[in-house]
Structures are given as C-alpha cells and as structure tokens.
C-alpha cells in the first residue's frame, strides 16, 4: 500500500495534483496536508469512486506528524506563487522557511519516504530540503528530487509546435540545469525523433522554454503561475516515482538531484561544477538509480547554455545551504 502526501494541497497545484493522485491506481492512501481548507478539498475528492482513501489535515492538531506518518511520497507544493515583475528568488524569503518546516516534518515522520520539491525557488528549496534531512541524519539523495517536470513538458509542446507536430508525447527532449530563466537548459540537439529546427527559430525556442513561467505569471495578471500545468507535471513525475518503486523497467525523468548521491552523478558535478543539477535520472525501487547524462553529444551552442546556467546555479544553491547553516534572525 501506498501513502502520498501533498503539502500544500488546498492550493492552485496542490488540488488539481490530488485530484490526479485520487484517480492513481499506485496510490493507496491520500493525506491532503495545508494550513487551510485541506479537510475541505479531502472531502471533495474522497467522493470519487476511485480505490483508496483520501484524508485533510491542517497544520494545527498535530496535523503535519498525522499526515506524515507512514509516507512513502511526499509532494510539496506549499508556498507562494509569483506575481508578474518578480522573479522565483523573490519567493525565496518566504517559502524557504515553509519548505524547511515542512521537510523537518518529513525527516521526523517520515524519513524513508521520496520527496518531491515543487515550491520555489527550486533551485534553493531543494538544497534546504537536503540541509534539513542532513540535520535529521536520514538524508538519501536517491530519494529527494527537485520536480522541473514542467520545463520537460514546455519543451515537448513548444517543439511540436515549431515542427508542426501534432503530438507533442511523442518528443522526448530533455531539459536539464535547474529551473528558472536561464537555468533551464533544453537539448534540443537530442529530441528524439530528430526534428530540425530552423535556424531562425532556434533562438525564441530555447527562450520560450526557458521564460514559459513567465508566460503564464503575465497572463494571470496577478493571479498567480502556473497550477494547472504543473499539476499535470507533478503527477508525472510522481508517477514515474511510483512506478520506479514498483518495479517497473526504463522510468527516466529529468529532476534537479544532490549529484553526488547518485550513481554517475559525480562524473556530471565534475563536468558542471555545481553539487546540484536536473539530469535525466532512471527510477528504480530504491528511488534515482543512475544518472543518464547526456553531456558528451551535445552541441557546443548548448554547451555555452550550459555555462551560463551554472553562474546563476552557484549562487542559488549556496542561498538555500547557508538558509539553514546560518538561519536568519528572527
Ligand atoms: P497557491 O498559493 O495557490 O498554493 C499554495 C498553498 O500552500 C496554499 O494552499 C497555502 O495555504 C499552502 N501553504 C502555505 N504555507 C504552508 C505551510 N507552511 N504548510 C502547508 N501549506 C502551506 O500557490 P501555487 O500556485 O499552488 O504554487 C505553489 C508553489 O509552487 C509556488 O512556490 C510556485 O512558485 C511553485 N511552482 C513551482 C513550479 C515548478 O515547476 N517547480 C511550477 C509552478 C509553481
Ligand atoms: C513555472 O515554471 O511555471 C513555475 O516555476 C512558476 C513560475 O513562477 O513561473
């Protein structure tokens, strides 16, 4: 039996995330955890005639040790979304400290499950969350992913629309760096199939998939970023997890992984410099089995991309490890 966690769950991902996690034949058991409105969307879905059940828990009552207790997954999209004009580091200040203590309760109640960081900034909320486990002595970074799914999913749309595809699924492209701006580093050298992209538009590709957050943030006009998408996204992945766990063969997913910790990482950190990167990871049962990189056929213009992302990345990942090495004051 299976037990998710989404933290986060009355929120604009979080309900359409649970939504996909109800309807999930690798989910068992739902705990829907927020510091509002959580029971409220648990009785909502639990009418769903789908197998398995689905509870809500608010952070007063203990509900954080409820929720947790026996996770094999959690997922976290707890936090605040943009606003146009700012940038995810913006969000830094806030939901940094909502991802610490909601990822203290995960390594009190439920060290041994898979985590699933979908808050941002992911390039810094993923490092907290490791510096967290690491205090608690039960950080496996087999098991703690930085969820940058939806850049995968942009990218497979954007180039189906440049070739005039009429089904983006049938594009892999992977994405790798971290997630924001020119961090994301697209492949397009290697979608498979092979599609060629114009010269002319090859440029405003990269860049649609890089600044597609920015997109949807301009359109909600100050009602939020992307939900919708990104719960697509998130279930995406956390069903590749799933799926890994249960045994399942060729699951592989890019996902912003502590490199050192899984196999074939280092030889990636060592090429890129950083302790942290999305890479394509295979999912076995015991969480990201290996690294699949990709880094010795690719193009020099995407090497240069590559370059440019680890400047932004540095700095990103030294904010979230220091965030908990030298807490701010209160
Ligand atoms: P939202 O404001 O609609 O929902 C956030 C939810 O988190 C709310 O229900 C809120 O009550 C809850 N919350 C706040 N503090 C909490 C706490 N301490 N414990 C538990 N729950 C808490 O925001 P959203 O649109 O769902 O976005 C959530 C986060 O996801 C944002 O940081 C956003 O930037 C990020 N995001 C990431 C990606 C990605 O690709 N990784 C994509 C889209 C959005
Ligand atoms: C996205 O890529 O859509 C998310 O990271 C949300 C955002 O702030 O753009």
């Known amino acids: 039996m299976v037990k998710a966690v989404v933290a986060g769950a009355a929120g604009g991902i979080g309900q359409p995330l649970s939504l996909l996690l109800k309807l999930s034949p690798y989910v068992q058991d739902l705990a829907l955890y927020d510091v509002v409105n959580s029971p409220g969307v648990a009785a909502d879905l639990s009418h769903i005639s789908t197998e398995g059940s ?16 026996g996770a094999d997954i959690v997922v976290i999209p707890a936090g605040i979304p ?6 995810r580091d913006d969000l830094f200040k806030i939901n940094a400290g909502i991802v610490r203590d ?13 985590v699933l960081i979908i808050s941002n900034p992911v390039n810094s909320t993923v490092p907290i969350a490791a510096e967290v486990l690491k205090q608690h002595k039960v950080f496996n970074p087999k098991k703690l992913f930085g969820v940058t799914t939806l850049d995968v999913v942009r990218a497979q749309t954007f180039t189906a ?4 595809a009429s089904d983006p699924a049938k594009f892999t492209v992977p994405v790798i760096g971290g997630h924001s701006g020119d961090t994301i580093v697209p492949l397009l050298s ?3 199939p092979k599609v060629e992209i114009p010269q002319d538009k090859y440029e405003a590709l990269v860049n649609r998939i890089q600044f597609g957050g920015d997109e949807v943030v301009k359109a909600k006009d100050g009602a939020g970023s992307a939900t919708l998408s990104m719960a697509y996204a998130g279930f995406r992945f956390a069903e590749a997890v799933l799926k890994g766990a249960a045994g399942e063969k060729n699951i592989v997913e890019p996902t912003f992984v502590f490199l050192d910790g899984v196999e074939g990482g280092a030889e990636v950190k060592k090429a890129v ?4 990167f999305s890479v394509p990871v295979k ?10 990189s990709p880094l010795n056929s690719i193009s020099e213009t995407e090497k240069k991309l590559i370059e440019v992302a680890v400047k932004g990345l ?7 490890v220091e965030f908990i090495a030298n807490p701010p004051a209160k």
């Open 102 to 114: 909601i990822v203290t309760g995960v390594a009190q109640y439920a060290p041994n499950a898979f």
């Open 54 to 69: 689905v509870k809500g828990y608010l952070s007063k009552d203990d509900g954080l040790k409820e929720a947790m207790t």
């Open 82 to 87: 943009r606003k146009p004009g700012m940038t």
């Open 314 to 320: 540095q700095g990103n990942i030294a904010k979230g």
């Open 273 to 276: 410099g950083v302790d942290y």
């Open 161 to 164: 629309s440049v070739v005039g």
């Open 190 to 192: 290697l979608t498979e």
């Open 283 to 292: 999912f076995g049962p015991s969480g990201a089995e290996s690294v699949q």
